[in-house]
């Protein structure tokens, strides 16, 4: 069971990013999936998820109007857009796999399955 992130980069303040987490080894379409980010220093905090079916989202608020989680389940990918992107969200990136109990996780804990995160550096 494989979950692999990519489409970090360096930008500069303002621009986009789409990351891409692309999961392997079984088939994701009936879990809840999520991304998280840990900044230098910091606590891994929850961004956004998305229920199994993707007809439920959830952001965190300093996200909400710029970011967009959506997923695809026949290619058993999940997606984050970024748009407007700030210094201060320069951190590793990492999706996650949980149960869809019927609510979107926000939190660590209800996530089973994590990727290996990946860069996403924003330059001011």
């Known amino acids: 069971v494989q979950l692999v992130e990519s489409g970090g980069g360096l930008v500069q303040a303002g621009d986009s990013l789409r990351l891409s987490c692309a999961a392997s080894?079984?088939?994701?379409?009936?879990?809840?999936m999520g991304w998280f980010r840990q900044a230098p220093g910091k606590e891994r905090e929850f961004v956004a998820g998305?229920?199994?079916?993707?007809?439920?989202?959830q952001y965190a608020d300093f996200v909400k109007g710029r970011f967009t989680i959506s997923r695809d389940n026949l290619k058993n990918t999940v997606y984050l857009q970024m748009n407007s992107l700030k210094p201060e969200e320069t951190a590793v990136y990492y999706c996650a796999a949980g149960r869809d109990y019927g609510w979107v996780p926000l939190t660590s804990p209800e996530y089973n399955y994590w990727g290996q995160g990946t860069q996403v550096t924003v330059s001011s």
């Open positions: 080894g079984r088939t994701f379409s009936s879990d809840a």
């Open positions: 998305i229920s199994w079916s993707g007809g439920r989202t």
